[in-house]
């Protein structure tokens, strides 16, 4: 079975059903949606894409995003979804990398074609309107064969070496992911809505497979973004929505229901669950979210090469406040979710008692494929089936697994993974820089943010403002540094190598 054809069943099992609204207007129904996916599907075919071919999605949260990616995947083809905040030369790299053939975009995201593609469809466009025509019987419309093994979604994260890595993620993948939030995450019934605030190209996206799996409904904002009187309007309009969310869109709920004066029972009215994970989640903040909004709170823990599975902290166990350990668990990630094993392993693999820190490792169908064309990287991270996440932790005798520290240089901002080294390329590039290093600094609101500690040249002009503008023509506006730091120097060991550590412990709090 393939992805398709969870579209398939509710079509004909509630063919009627609204299934997508865009703001809280209907916009497609199941049968609807299947006719349009499958009109696409048919003439992606006609035009000589064949199964395994890779289609781009770059642009913002739309109802079509939901339609071209079902087509893409009842034609066969493997879906790469580019966030809609990357600069349109990081996204061609990515073309040219996956090899994608044909891209869908929006016109704000992707004003100017992308070079590598055969052909760019914008989906507000009256050619998008022409290959999404709805056929008289989807069910005529052949689903492409595809074995459980075969790629379905290629995402492209970063890495600590500069260059996005391709995961290859499979029908199993991602049926496994969908099946596992039911029982681990939230249960879903067909009255429950979804709602696509953060970026349908991550983790928001992916859960509309689940969501489909059991007839629910798909709420796309006419923002296309988090606005937060927006979906508190859209849950109170359509019906109590679940969402994921970074823990910055948590605190921006959080902040906009209390600064109106809402009550975890009109909270409640709007929203039936928040699913957050993606970035560390302060203690005092889910306290604090939990005393305004009430329980309905979910943890998950995954990284894109096991895609929303790892661990889930539960509404329950984050609800307990009696439980004599229950701020210990707040501060943890949770338990292994069902399809999975979670270790904490020391350098050579070796799985360390109850309590010891090591690195966290994954086992299971969620565990991605490896990596696209890189054979190098799929080695390094993973052994013997296990996946080496570069995260550092621990697991109590419970089985709660708490994250203490990230082996990578990673920098999680409000969500988003940003590597230093592709901000320190891009810097080094700019005229009058000597050196540049780029570390994290704890932010209240970001989690955190970019800071740029820069050598100039002796006798060069660079200041923050030409250091910024310079970013701005290279790459995506959330990656580039919040703050440069001019300096004389950058602190090194013996062997040359920057001393990041020490420039992190000039930015800490006093």
């Given at each position: 079975?393939?992805?398709?054809?969870?579209?398939?069943?509710?079509?004909?099992?509630?063919?009627?059903?609204t299934a997508v609204f865009y703001g809280s207007a209907h916009w497609a129904s199941h049968a609807e949606w299947a006719a349009r996916s499958a009109g696409l599907a048919q003439r992606l075919r006609d035009a000589g894409l064949a199964p395994g071919d890779r289609v781009l999605l770059f642009m913002r949260n739309?109802?079509?995003?939901?339609?071209?990616?079902?087509?893409?995947?009842?034609?066969?083809?493997?879906?790469?979804?580019?966030?809609?905040?990357?600069h349109p030369r990081e996204a061609e790299w990515i073309v040219d990398n996956a090899q994608a053939r044909?891209?869908?975009?929006?016109?704000?995201?992707?004003?100017?074609?992308?070079a590598g593609l055969e052909r760019q469809v914008d989906v507000e466009s009256a050619e998008a309107?022409?290959?999404?025509?709805?056929?008289?019987?989807?069910?005529?419309?052949?689903?492409?064969?595809?074995?459980?093994?075969?790629?379905?979604?290629?995402?492209?994260?970063?890495?600590?070496?500069?260059?996005?890595?391709?995961?290859?993620?499979?029908?199993r993948n991602l049926m496994t992911m969908g099946l596992t939030y039911g029982i681990d995450v939230d249960p879903v019934a067909p009255s429950d809505s979804i709602v696509y605030g953060a970026p349908m190209s991550h983790g928001a996206g992916i859960y509309a497979i689940p969501h489909l799996m059991a007839g629910a409904r798909h709420v796309v904002p006419a923002s296309g973004g988090v606005e937060p009187a927006e979906l508190f309007a859209l849950g109170q309009q359509i019906g109590p929505l679940s969402t994921f969310a970074?823990?910055?869109?948590?605190?921006?709920?959080?902040?906009?229901?209390e600064a109106a004066g809402l009550t975890p029972e009109d909270a409640a009215r709007a929203f039936k669950t928040i699913v957050y994970g993606g970035a560390p989640m302060y203690l005092a903040d889910i306290e604090r979210a939990l005393r305004v909004m009430g329980p309905r709170f979910v943890q998950i823990y995954g990284q894109g090469e096991t895609p929303m599975v790892g661990t889930a902290l539960s509404r329950q166990v984050i609800a307990d406040t009696g439980h004599p350990r229950h701020r210990e668990r707040l501060a943890s990630v949770g338990v292994a979710q069902t399809p999975v094993r979670v270790r904490v392993a020391d350098a050579q693999g070796h799985e360390l008692p109850t309590g010891e820190i090591g690195e966290v490792l994954v086992h299971g169908d969620s565990v991605m494929a490896g990596y696209w064309r890189?054979?190098?990287?799929?080695?390094?991270?993973i052994r013997d089936g296990w996946l080496l996440t570069g995260d550092v932790g621990c697991l109590d005798a419970d089985g709660?697994?708490?994250?203490?520290d990230r082996s990578k240089d990673l920098i999680i901002s409000g969500g988003s993974n940003i590597y230093p080294r592709e901000v320190e390329e891009v810097l080094l590039t700019a005229p009058g820089v000597a050196e540049v290093a780029v570390v994290g600094a704890p932010d209240a609101e970001w989690g955190e943010v970019v800071v740029a500690f820069v050598v100039p040249l002796p006798g060069a002009a660079s200041t923050p403002e030409t250091l910024d503008q310079h970013?701005?023509?290279?790459?995506?506006?959330?990656?580039?540094?919040?703050?440069?730091?001019?300096?004389?120097?950058?602190?090194?060991?013996?062997?040359?190598?920057?001393?990041?550590?020490?420039?992190?412990?000039?930015?800490?709090?006093?």
């Open positions: 079975m393939q992805l398709a054809h969870l579209l398939l069943r509710h079509a004909r099992l509630n063919p009627d059903a739309h109802p079509r995003y939901l339609e071209v990616l079902w087509a893409a995947w009842w034609a066969g083809l493997v879906v790469v979804p580019v966030n809609a905040k990357l044909w891209g869908f975009v929006t016109a704000d995201v992707a004003p100017e074609p992308l309107e022409t290959l999404l025509a709805p056929v008289a019987d989807p069910f005529a419309v052949l689903v492409a064969e595809r074995a459980p093994d075969d790629l379905a979604w290629l995402f492209y994260t970063s890495g600590t070496t500069g260059r996005p890595k391709g995961v290859m993620l499979t029908h970074a823990p910055t869109i948590v605190k921006r709920l959080v902040d906009h229901a890189n054979p190098e990287a799929t080695a390094a991270a709660f697994l708490t994250l203490k970013c701005l023509t290279q790459m995506a506006r959330f990656k580039r540094p919040k703050r440069y730091l001019l300096v004389d120097s950058l602190p090194k060991n013996n062997y040359g190598k920057v001393l990041k550590t020490e420039l992190r412990a000039r930015l800490a709090p006093v």
